[in-house]
């Protein structure tokens, strides 16, 4: 089954991210047919990195859009990769 939030979008896709420096989730959620988003959320405690950027996300603000599931997917798994292989910067 897959979860629903009470604003009647469906999580497509969840990951965490954690290391010795960041505690992040990559969420792809369902917004309505044909309207998907991707959003990098930090878990830290003390939100350390709130309006960073990662790659071209800023945390807890930039949300990208796809229309097809698969192209949402997509997103999602370049947005895992760059968690993983990226430390948060402030903007400039």
Known sequence: MTPTTALGTTTIARTPVVSDTKQLTVSTVRISPGH???????DSPDQQHH??????????????????????????????????TE?????E
Do not use: W
């Open 51 to 84: 309006l960073r950027l990662l790659g071209s996300y800023e945390i807890n603000y930039t949300a990208v859009s796809a229309s097809a599931r698969e192209d949402a997917m997509e997103l999602h798994r370049e947005a895992v990769y760059v968690a993983r």
């Open 87 to 91: 430390e948060p910067k402030r903007a």
């Open 36 to 42: 998907y988003e991707t959003v990098i959320f930090d």
